[in-house]
């Protein structure tokens, strides 16, 4: 069976948007692929390495979605990346031949660097962000990896890596491949794009009448002063979110309420949060039961560790014969 492999980076709270654009795909993918599925916490140091305190939360909250998203860790192997040292060990190797050029070009590397002025990330470790990542996807010998089209520069690298790699020292790593599934853009409440860095998300975390309080506050066609002003949906970012969480049939009413002044703007978010809520309900019901019961968790994720480092200790001892790191005990 060919083998997936994914992760999250542990810096905030999961979103719809994370709910929508990832973990939805990821539990689908459970049912073609071997699935390997973590939390990059290591990865959170790159621009968060002067709070390393809030990665444990995070580690925590992302772990919890996993499951009340619907990953099956019968079926897929779920764990946290520092908890697998070998990672380490095959970036350290890595590292070795990487050229820097490859890394000073991936175009994340400086757009995060802009969008986070205010930190200083002129670090080895966040340049050398793109080799961490790809000892996390070569360690397991992933065919296929899920991400979003700003992460196909990083996969790039991978791949890159990979072939040098299998050239200087030995066929270890196949080439893996992104698996790009189109999904819609989700908005925040002020319709830019949904991330934690604009608070304008909505977390999985939030309790049922946060929720509804975000979509009562989002903003909607500023043509729509008055109720009886009429307005342009397409202008809506809570009509976006109909478009993804609505049917058919409801976008169409809200769509024609909204362009003939038929219904106002809460009239349009109160379908969108009954939606919501029917798509939250059973995720929100599986949180509580983790969190009550923080030891099921506990064995979970100590289960995926245990069948995650068998995997990671294989390759690794591959790469080491290769390299002739093969000396004593
Ligand atoms: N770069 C990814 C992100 O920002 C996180 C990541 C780290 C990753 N290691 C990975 C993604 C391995 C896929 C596979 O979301």
Same mark, same amino acid.
């Given at each position: 069976?060919?083998?997936?492999?994914?992760?999250m980076?542990?810096?905030?709270?999961?979103?719809?948007?994370?709910?929508?654009?990832?973990?939805?795909?990821?539990?689908?993918?459970?049912?073609?692929?071997?699935c390997?599925?973590?939390?990059?916490?290591?990865?959170?140091?790159?621009?968060?390495?002067?709070?390393?305190?809030?990665?444990?939360?995070?580690?925590?909250?992302i772990?919890?979605?996993?499951?009340?998203?619907?990953?099956?860790?019968?079926?897929?192997?779920?764990?946290?990346?520092?908890?697998?040292?070998?990672?380490?060990?095959?970036?350290?190797?890595?590292?070795?031949?990487?050229?820097?050029?490859?890394?000073?070009?991936?175009?994340?590397?400086?757009?995060?660097?802009?969008?986070?002025?205010?930190?200083?990330?002129?670090?080895? !470790?966040?340049?050398?962000? @793109?080799? /961490?990542?790809?000892?996390?996807?070569?360690?397991? #010998?992933? $065919? +296929?990896?899920?991400? !979003?089209?700003?992460?196909l @520069?990083h /996969?790039?690298?991978?791949?890159?890596?990979?072939? #040098?790699? $299998? +050239?200087?020292?030995?066929?270890?790593?196949?080439? @893996?491949?992104?698996?790009?599934?189109?999904?819609?853009?989700?908005?925040?409440?002020?319709?830019?794009?949904?991330?934690?860095?604009?608070?304008?998300?909505?977390?999985?975390?939030?309790?049922?009448?946060?929720?509804e309080?975000k979509?009562?506050?989002?903003?909607?066609?500023?043509?729509?002063?008055?109720?009886?002003?009429?307005?342009?949906?397409?202008?809506?970012?809570?009509?976006?979110?109909?478009?993804?969480?609505?049917?058919?049939?409801?976008?169409?009413?809200?769509?024609?309420?909204?362009?003939?002044?038929?219904?106002?703007?809460?009239?349009?978010?109160?379908?969108l949060?009954?939606?919501?809520?029917?798509?939250?309900?059973?995720?929100?019901?599986?949180?509580?039961?983790?969190?009550?019961?923080?030891?099921?968790?506990?064995?979970?994720?100590?289960?995926?560790?245990e069948?995650?480092?068998?995997?990671?200790?294989?390759?690794?001892?591959d790469?080491?014969s290769?390299?002739?790191?093969?000396?004593?005990?």
């Open positions: 069976m060919q083998r997936v492999l994914s992760e980076q542990a810096s905030g709270k999961l979103h719809l948007g994370n709910l929508v654009g990832a973990l939805q795909n990821w539990v689908k993918l459970q049912e073609e692929y071997e390997f599925y973590f939390v990059a916490d290591w990865h959170a140091l790159t621009t968060g390495y002067a709070h390393p305190e809030d990665i444990k939360s995070s580690t925590e909250d772990l919890v979605n996993f499951i009340a998203a619907g990953l099956d860790p019968e079926r897929s192997t779920i764990f946290v990346q520092s908890k697998i040292l070998e990672h380490a060990e095959l970036h350290l190797l890595l590292s070795m031949v990487t050229p820097l050029g490859w890394l000073e070009r991936v175009p994340t590397y400086k757009e995060k660097k802009e969008e986070l002025k205010d930190r200083d990330l002129s670090m080895y !470790g966040f340049l050398g962000y @793109p080799v /961490l990542q790809s000892a996390d996807i070569l360690i397991y #010998r992933a $065919n +296929h990896v899920p991400v !979003g089209v700003d992460q @520069p /996969l790039e690298i991978t791949r890159e890596i990979a072939r #040098r790699f $299998n +050239h200087l020292y030995g066929e270890a790593f196949p080439e @893996p491949e992104g698996l790009l599934t189109k999904f819609p853009k989700v908005p925040g409440t002020d319709g830019r794009k949904m991330s934690k860095s604009y608070e304008n998300a909505i977390y999985l975390s939030d309790p049922p009448d946060t929720m309080q979509v009562k506050t989002m903003k909607t066609d500023p043509a729509r002063m008055r109720r009886t002003d009429k307005g342009d949906p397409e202008k809506s970012p809570v009509f976006e979110l109909h478009k993804i969480f609505s049917s058919a049939e409801e976008q169409a009413e809200v769509a024609e309420g909204c362009r003939t002044a038929g219904i106002g703007c809460i009239d349009c978010k109160k379908v949060i009954k939606n919501l809520f029917t798509v939250l309900e059973p995720i929100w019901e599986k949180r509580k039961a983790l969190i009550d019961n923080p030891s099921l968790l506990q064995k979970v994720v100590d289960a995926g560790t069948r995650a480092r068998l995997v990671a200790q294989e390759t690794m001892r790469v080491r290769m390299m002739g790191f093969e000396w004593g005990q």
